[in-house]
Structure formats: structure tokens, C-alpha cells
Nanobody, 122 residues
Framework: QVQLVESGGGLVQAGGSLRLSCAAS????????MGWFRQAHGKGREFVAA???????TYADSAKGRFTISRADAVNTVYLQMNSLKPEDTGVYYC????????????????WGQGTQVTVSL
């Protein structure tokens, strides 16, 4: 079982960039797929990107070409580099973990971080 802590959120102008980090505790990080999800105010949790335990990546259409997910198993951390941010990217960003294979359905993930707020202004 891993525990997750996100960081790196903040306020940025449209067109700007942010890099989110998700630090995991535990000895089994390398066996986990990691996902990033976001939740806008009053809406459900939405898939953003995921990376499986051997580095295969998937992205939501809204993230393709702008966001990059990566992982550094040596430091038990997954990253989300977000470029060309838009106001519609605003929300609380969560990282989540599940064994081996990534999924885009948040119901497939059992372990979640507390979230980090991203706000993109015009």
C-alpha cells in the first residue's frame, strides 16, 4: 500500500505552466500505475493522464499535446508537467495509484492523495 502527497499547484495565467508532483511512500511504488485526475467545482472527477508501472502513458484528449506525465521510481514520485494552461484546466488535481496497469476510470483506483488546487486565470 502506498500513501500519496501532491504538491505544485497554484495560480497561473492562461498560457502559463505548472509542474505537479506526487510523492509516494511505501516500498511498492514501482509496481503501481499512477493517474492524475482533476475535479472542477461542482463537477465529477475527470481523468487527465496516467502512466503504468513500465512507463506506458495515456492522456485525456484535453491533455494531449499540452500535458506530460512522467515517473521517477528512484524517488517514488510521479509528475504532471502542464503547459499552455487554459482557464478550463482549473480544479483540484489528485494523483491516484493502482497496481500495474493504468485506467482512466477513477473507480479503478483505491489510493488517492489529498489534492492540490490549480487555478488558471485569464
Amino acid at each position: 500500500q502506498v500513501q500519496l502527497v501532491e504538491s505544485g499547484g497554484g495560480l497561473v495565467q492562461a498560457g502559463g505552466s505548472l509542474r505537479l508532483s506526487c510523492a509516494a511512500s511505501g516500498r511498492t511504488f514501482g509496481s503501481h500505475a499512477m493517474g492524475w485526475f482533476r475535479q472542477a467545482h461542482g463537477k465529477g472527477r475527470e481523468f487527465v493522464a496516467a502512466i503504468d508501472y513500465i512507463g506506458g502513458r495515456t492522456y485525456a484528449d484535453s491533455a494531449k499535446g499540452r500535458f506530460t506525465i512522467s515517473r521517477a521510481d528512484a524517488v517514488n514520485t510521479v509528475y504532471l508537467q502542464m503547459n499552455s494552461l487554459k482557464p478550463e484546466d482549473t480544479g483540484v488535481y489528485y494523483c491516484a495509484a493502482r497496481l500495474y496497469v493504468s485506467q482512466s476510470d477513477p473507480e479503478e483506483y483505491k489510493t488517492w492523495g489529498q489534492g492540490t488546487q490549480v487555478t488558471v486565470s485569464l
